[in-house]
């Protein structure tokens, strides 16, 4: 079941927008319930298992002449999509409701610390997810050993998914969608929704280009590199909103070194896999009927855009080391105020009766200028 958020003595007439807000959860389970409900009937069965289930299965020969089940990628991925999208708002909501708020409600945060913490934490669930997901179907298929895999045997090999892979592109897919309604259930200000649209909006680009073009396996190593960094940054933001100064600054330190590492890492796999591996079996068409996107045009746009990508990310990081740096430096060269001493001494005569004074009234007659005039009337005498 969806969490029942808590309610205002006052209800929500039914469909506003506040009621929406309130109950999404609830409303987008049960009709998640209706496609696996669906599922137990005969007649609803095959309509059913096109959301709920993988879709575009063949079956093949492995290498001992057993015969297994692999995916490709099609236009009903759109339904499997969709079901997902619904499952990752409900999940969503389980997460703020039963983690995220209680710890919001102990620390009390601000309504922009709040707001970046409920951010983070979703995103720290999700990054940590993926990428020991993603990781697991690397060391299986044996990435590590063999980085050739990356490029050797496209099409035929890549076209062809195992089910594990292509649900994690299913699901990543849906994932960045599911972001978009977030938008408006969370209520985030308009001010913030600009840098969250951008970037849920450059995963969906980059994920479901390698998912269509059949790039599924650089893409899955580049995503575990860069999810992995992203996971270390909302881990250090989450311990500078719980007040974990050492921890935070800490992990700050991890996540400096790992982007800029993870960043070279990146150009590297894409350089080897579009510049040399694929080069190799480079054809001067597309063929759409074989999955066979190897021309050079899509390729050298393909590690333009990855390149370009790193270097717009390197260059968003540098500008913010160098703006806390300079923030450092103003608040370190900061001028002190003058000292009590320094400020008697720059007064003009009678500053004797300046001195006699108790401090706040010292205070308040540098700000009048009372001993000016104390010592003006004395003149006069």
């Given amino acids: 079941m969806a969490p029942r958020r808590s309610k205002s003595s006052k209800n929500p007439p039914i469909f506003s927008h506040e009621f929406l807000i309130q ?17 137990m009937f005969q007649a609803t069965s095959p309509v059913a298992s096109m959301f709920v289930a993988m879709q575009h299965n ?43 708020d209680k710890m ?6 601000s309504k922009v610390k709040h707001s970046k913490f409920n ?18 179907i690397i060391m299986r298929e044996g990435y590590v050993t063999g980085i050739s895999q990356l490029w050797e045997g496209y099409p035929q090999d890549h076209a062809t998914l195992p089910f594990i892979v292509k649900f994690f592109f299913i699901i990543q897919i849906a994932y960045w969608l599911h972001c978009f309604p977030e938008l408006y ?18 995963y969906l ?17 580049m995503l575990v590199l860069h999810y992995l960094v992203e996971f270390v940054f909302h881990a250090a933001r989450l311990s500078y909103f719980s007040e ?26 894409a350089v080897l896999t579009f510049w040399y591996g694929l080069e190799q079996t480079s054809q001067a068409n597309v063929d759409t009927s074989t999955g066979n996107y190897n021309t050079q045009i899509v390729r050298i746009n393909c590690l333009a855009a990855v390149c370009l990508m790193q270097a717009w990310l390197m260059w968003n990081f540098i500008t913010f080391q160098l ?23 720059a007064l003009p005569s009678g500053d004797e009766d300046y001195n006699s004074l108790p401090e706040v009234d010292q205070n308040s007659a540098t700000e009048n200028g009372m001993v000016r005039t104390r010592s003006k009337a004395k003149k006069g005498h």
């Fill in 185 to 202: 259930f969370q209520k985030v200000k308009k001010e913030e929704m600009l840098g969250r649209v951008q970037y849920i909006t450059l």
């Fill in 323 to 345: 703006r806390k740096l300079r923030e450092r430096s103003g608040v370190a060269k900061k001028p002190r105020s003058p000292s009590k001493k320094k400020l008697a001494k």
């Fill in 205 to 221: 680009v980059f994920i479901v280009a390698a998912y269509v073009l059949n790039f599924s396996r650089v893409a899955l190593c």
């Fill in 23 to 39: 109950n999404h959860a609830d409303i987008v389970s049960c009709v998640a319930m209706v496609f696996v409900i669906g599922l």
């Fill in 119 to 136: 951010e983070s934490g979703q995103l720290v669930v999700f990054y940590m997810a993926s990428v020991l997901w993603g990781a697991d």
């Fill in 58 to 100: 063949v079956s093949m020969n492995d290498s001992a002449g057993e015969e297994i089940t692999m995916y490709t990628c099609g236009r009903k991925d759109v339904f499997s999509v969709f079901f997902y999208f619904l499952i990752c708002i409900v999940i969503h909501a389980v997460i703020q409701e039963y983690i995220l």
């Fill in 244 to 269: 974990k100064g050492d921890m935070a600054s800490h992990t700050f330190m991890a996540f400096n070194i790992l982007f800029v590492l993870v960043r070279l890492g990146t150009i590297t796999l």
């Fill in 104 to 109: 919001n409600r102990k620390m009390h945060l």
